[in-house]
């Protein structure tokens, strides 16, 4: 199972404005580093808790159709596509009503499932790409749709990069998040699936 990026998200969930009011007394030559900190905070944070912030279009590679296709790329907002590679190796699109989903809950994973009466076609066997789910996650595809713990982990993250910066060969020594920032992302309601 992979996960490829498609169409990236065209907005940060941070404006740069709010980053340097938070971290305050920001030099004007460091505006392109501080939002160069809003993008590295904003994609650990949806690594470590699988989602996707602001809209964008993602893959989800399968080697074969399991009994149910699970997406773990949350919030899903829409299955756009289910392809495969029939037994006779042509890239097939599967048709709408082939399968159901269930991505109502924002934060459970989305799930795909052959229709009722149906089963999944048969594949070409020994591709690591047989399968290819393209659909949608992210909360909108504004900042102000992002739930707000997020927007804040994010600018404590973003504010203790920028005050804690380290030479290249020093960054491994970095172990541990700071206690504020790991109490926050382990106490912070995230959902019954959070990560």
Known sequence: MTYRLMTAAVKEPVALGEALDHLRGVDGEEHAYVADLIARARRWVERQKDRQLITATWELVLPCFPGE??????????IASIKYYN????LTTLA?????????????PGRIMPAYS???????GGLYEAV????????????EDVPEEYHHLILLLAGHMHEHRLPADAA???????LAIQSFLDAAEWGRYGG
């Open 69 to 78: 296709i699970e997406i773990r790329k949350l919030p899903v907002q829409l």
């Open 87 to 90: 037994s006779a190796g042509v």
């Open 96 to 108: 709408a009503g082939g399968y159901q989903s269930l991505i109502a809950d924002p934060d459970e």
């Open 118 to 124: 149906k089963s999944w076609p048969t594949i070409r």
């Open 132 to 143: 290819v789910v393209n659909f949608k996650a992210g909360y909108g595809d504004d900042p």
């Open 172 to 178: 491994p020594e970095v172990k541990e998040l700071p």
